[in-house]
């Protein structure tokens, strides 16, 4: 049987120092393996060229420097791309690539499969498989093809982010961080079903921006959506936002999908400008992308821009988010390794 190594690439700095500790190798080290991870674009440990040979060989008989190349792309007409990466040995995760004109995003998963069981969405349809180590969700971002484009990473891919928290904060930490990719915490969006505990320890030990899946001001109705409201309710979601201080730069958005004659309706935009009263944010309205077996549609256009509109005129901030990769199920909701993975 061949013994899988540890692989260096997604060790936040306090982990590398335990590397070089373990090997006997000086205390400077993990600073110039950091570097070789994260700031050269080098693919092996025999490339770190500053450290000694001794120091590659005894680093290199316990570890691999651990990237891999996805197994798939998917090119949309719209430019928009999609990749499938193995992860977990077997299982299988997607990750979209959106280019725009003065950026580009890449939505990464954190698990495989999800647990959390929206009704809308096909992750959530082909259950769980399980979550994803820092290494596995930094290297959607290092190994895709366009790495260098990269402006922007969105954690709203595959899985539910704060269930998968604490590799979660690694790999922000190792985006963010001067040793790291340097990158400003304002970069990158975590989004999430609305987990309490996650939330609070999220915002506590990050920087970066938070978007909660809102869908439905309602509690019964939300609870019908996302069955996450009947132990996690949006009341106390909110009020952990609320009287969390937030440093100015730090934006609080919220999603909204929205389903024709199901949350579309004036009473919705009364309900949620009260529930939102009080709370610096956005809300960013997202068109529903159909899955198989749905009973939900979509409203016609016209329709979605007059729920913006009402929005707005209620003083909360709101967009539309543009569709993209929908042709090749890279959309919102639409990301599925069903066929690949034997849930669990
Ligand atoms: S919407 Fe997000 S949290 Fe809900 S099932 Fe899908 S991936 Fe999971």
Redesign the pocket.
Known sequence: MIMQKEKLYGKTLNELVAVTKRLGLPGFAARQIADWLYKKEVGSIEEMTNLSKKARELLANDYEFGLSEPVKESISQDGTKKYLYKVLNAKYIETAYIPETDRATICVSSQAG?K???IF?A??LQGFQGSLSANEILNQFRSLPDFKTITNMVYMG???PLDNITEVLKSLDILTSEWGYAWSPTRITVST?GLIAGIKEFLEKSRCHLAV?LHSPFDEERRRL?PIQRTNVLADILDIIRNFEMNSQRRISFEYILFKDINDTPRHIKELARILNGIKCRINIIRFHKIPGSEFFSPDEEATIRFRDALNAKGILTTIRASRGVDIQAAC?LLSTLKQNTPV
């Open positions: 999800c959390m069981g929206c969405c992750t959530g595959m899985g539910e079903v899946s996302m909701g």
